[in-house]
């Protein structure tokens, strides 16, 4: 058999078949009689599935198929076994956390307490200086009264007067190392260091005769103590002469005048820290400032166990909102026309369990040609007849008319490719009987 005669035979076919596919699609598209336009569809109803927003096994199911069910029935519910070992384990953690709070509570109450003890006690003692503070006699170089200036302005006035000797004494300090660095003799930074250790030695040896000399006829004792302080001293005398050697009469000058200088830096800085810690009595005093801290601390303690606590209770209302959705309800009143689940299976979150349908709310899509497409309006009626009862009509109403054609095909620029196109019209029936179901098969006619 050549080529062209399969084609031919292929094509001989394939018409039939065409033809038959086109009055199968045309039956159910509507058409223009005498008495009006006519359309087949099927019976539809408002079909809402079920699944539950958690897995688990499923431990009863509620419902059966054909039962009618109201909002909120429940219908399925699943085993709760590992989510109340959830619970129980998330209700510990809350009770732990509570513990932490209440802990961290008192805790800080007692430092509240301690706290205002020693601002009390610290007032007290400083009542007798507040009471003659207004009584003493202002400096002479001091033209304003004793009272001008209060306790937190002498304070201020204190703590800066410690940062300046402070950068006083560190520029002494400076002055000083760098007239040992710059002298001509290297050795005297050594002699120097010397020089002090033997003062030193030579105190604590006179410490020790002086010591053996008043102990009760111990003349061994007291000889070791003079042959340690003959050595000592004999030691000052060699470091102190090493010393003077190294010196000339300016060097000696230069560094007798700098390590005054340096003497007097760091006495006006050791002095006006105490000052300062003189001033700091009262409401100022530092053992407040330090309870003030401890208060802070524990406030803080409370803080993180709230938080805590906060984040427990959290985890134990998740796990009782899972709990919650273990038992799945009806989200619509109607009945159930599908049940895919039986006891004793797992079903994952997500899964459809049951299909509800509302078969008070039926309704019907037909589809009408382009050329019929703009009789039909919203609001109009149509007369319903089903196989399933021959001699009845029921009565239905336009409720959604598209606006895009549908089964259109790609290019439509003919007179004949447009009575090809239809649009979808759907109807809402009205069946106070109950009669009618989802799925049966039916005409419409539409009423002018």
Request: aromatic share 4%; charged share 30%.
């Amino acid at each position: 058999m050549t080529v062209e005669r399969i084609r031919r035979a292929v094509l001989l076919l394939l018409v039939p078949l065409l033809i038959v596919i086109s009055i199968v699609y045309l039956s159910g598209v509507s058409r223009e009689t005498e008495e009006g336009i006519r359309a087949s569809g099927t019976v539809e109803a408002l079909e809402v599935t079920v699944s539950p927003e958690v897995a688990g096994r499923i431990e009863a199911l509620l419902v059966a198929e054909g039962d009618h069910v109201e909002v909120g029935d429940p219908l399925i519910r699943l085993d709760d076994e590992l989510l109340q070992a959830q619970r129980e384990r998330a209700a510990a953690a809350v009770r732990t956390a509570e513990a932490a709070v209440n802990a961290a509570q008192i805790n800080l109450d007692l430092l509240t307490l301690q706290a205002e003890l020693t601002r009390r006690m610290e007032r007290q003692s400083d009542l007798p200086d507040r009471e003659g503070r207004w009584q003493a006699t202002s400096p002479s170089a001091f033209d304003l009264p004793i009272w001008y200036f209060g306790q937190s302005d002498e304070i201020d006035a204190a703590e800066r007067e410690v940062d300046l000797a402070l950068e006083a004494l560190q520029k002494e300090q400076a002055h000083f190392e760098t007239l040992l660095e710059e002298s001509a003799m290297e050795d005297l930074q050594q002699a120097a260091a010397r020089l002090a250790d033997a003062r030193v030695s030579f105190t604590i040896a006179d410490e020790v005769l002086d010591r053996a000399r008043r102990a009760r006829d111990d003349e061994q004792l007291e000889q070791y103590a003079e042959d340690l302080y003959d050595a000592a001293e004999a030691e000052l005398e060699a470091a102190q002469s090493d010393y003077d050697q190294l010196l000339s009469e300016k060097d000696a000058a230069d560094v007798l005048e700098a390590r005054a200088r340096l003497a007097v830096a760091q006495e006006r800085y050791d002095s006006a820290r105490d000052h300062l810690a003189a001033l700091q009595r009262g409401d100022y005093a530092l053992q407040i400032q330090v309870a003030e801290r401890n208060l802070d601390q524990a406030q803080a303690a409370v803080d993180q166990a709230e938080a805590g606590l906060s984040q427990a209770q959290a985890e134990l209302d998740l796990v009782d909102l899972q709990l919650d959705k273990l038992e799945v309800s009806a989200p619509i009143s109607g009945v159930v026309v599908t049940r895919n689940v039986e006891v004793g299976e797992v079903i994952q979150a997500g899964a459809v369990a049951l299909t509800l349908a509302q078969l008070d709310d039926l309704t019907i899509t037909v589809f009408v040609q382009e050329d019929c497409y703009g009789e039909i309006h919203l609001g109009q009626t149509a007369i319903v007849s089903v196989d399933s009862f021959p001699d009845e009509t029921f009565s239905a109403t336009v409720t959604r008319i598209a606006d895009r054609a549908e089964f259109t095909p790609r290019n439509v620029q003919t007179e004949e490719g447009r009575r090809v196109t239809v649009f979808a019209i759907e109807l809402e029936l009205s069946d106070p009987t109950g009669r009618l179901k989802p799925g049966m098969p039916a005409d419409v006619e539409f009423v002018e």
